[in-house]
T-cell receptor, first 117, second 110 residues
Framework: GAVVSQHPSWVICKSGTSVKIECRSLDFQATTMFWYRQFPKQSLMLMATSNEGSKATYEQGVEKDKFLINHASLTLSTLTVTSAHPEDSSFYIC?????????????FGDGTRLSIL | GESVGLHLPTLSVQEGDNSIINCAYSNSASDYFIWYKQESGKGPQFIIDIRSNMDKRQGQRVTVLLNKTVKHLSLQIAATQPGDSAVYFCAEGGYTPLVFGKGTRLSVIA
């Protein structure tokens, strides 16, 4: 149980385009999902908390107009990287919490590797 | 600010030996800790967790030890196997957002 699916797993696109990444909880409902960014050989950096039916909560330094998050249902959150540039290239990972809100155990998707040319 | 860190960035162990991965945390108010395993190109996989009212918790081949006095957390892997090769992260949680440590790469020598 507690499977989180992320799609696509890898995307390459030209600078200036927008990219949408989907995160789905397959066998449970998640009122809260999380989006992380990970650079090579580094740890996960929390970008934002996605709340079903309300606005996402962004961490300090993360541009909300750059990284659009939508959590329209209890099983789906999307992250759209708008007008992507090479510096946005990274590994983006989503997760969902089964309890205790933001500080509880999270189950992760397998990530999306984004490469901007 | 508060942070979670690791003592050893890399660890190489012989197959069959026990592995110990360490983590230090600085937030004395932390009450929940988790170990994750991340294989190359994949998302972190939950291994084991422990709450602050416990000193030790065991799973299948893994044990987590918590020393609140010195704010130290460790993950012990018994009879390490090649499939254990990965990066291991500790994470601190509770009523605050999950904070990840820098990670330790475990390499198993066959």
């Amino acid at each position: 149980g507690a499977v989180v699916s992320q799609h696509p797993s890898w995307v390459i696109c030209k600078s200036g385009t927008s990219v949408k990444i989907e995160c789905r909880s397959l066998d449970f409902q998640a009122t809260t999902m999380f989006w992380y960014r990970q650079f090579p050989k580094q740890s996960l950096m929390l970008m934002a908390t996605s709340n079903e039916g309300s606005k996402a909560t962004y961490e300090q330094g993360v541009e909300k107009d750059k990284f659009l998050i939508n959590h329209a249902s209890l099983t789906l959150s999307t992250l759209t990287v708008t007008s992507a540039h090479p510096e946005d290239s990274s590994f983006y990972i989503c997760s969902a919490s089964l309890g205790r809100g933001r500080g509880g155990a999270q189950h992760f998707g397998d990530g999306t590797r984004l490469s901007i040319l | 600010g508060e942070s979670v860190g690791l003592h050893l960035p890399t660890l190489s162990v012989q197959e069959g030996d026990n592995s110990i991965i360490n983590c230090a945390y600085s937030n004395s108010a932390s009450d929940y800790f988790i170990w994750y395993k991340q294989e190359s190109g994949k998302g972190p996989q939950f291994i084991i967790d422990i709450r602050s009212n416990m000193d030790k918790r065991q799973g299948q081949r893994v044990t987590v030890l918590l020393n609140k006095t010195v704010k130290h957390l460790s993950l012990q892997i018994a009879a390490t196997q090649p499939g254990d090769s990965a990066v291991y992260f500790c994470a601190e949680g509770g009523y605050t957002p999950l904070v990840f440590g820098k990670g330790t790469r475990l390499s198993v020598i066959a």
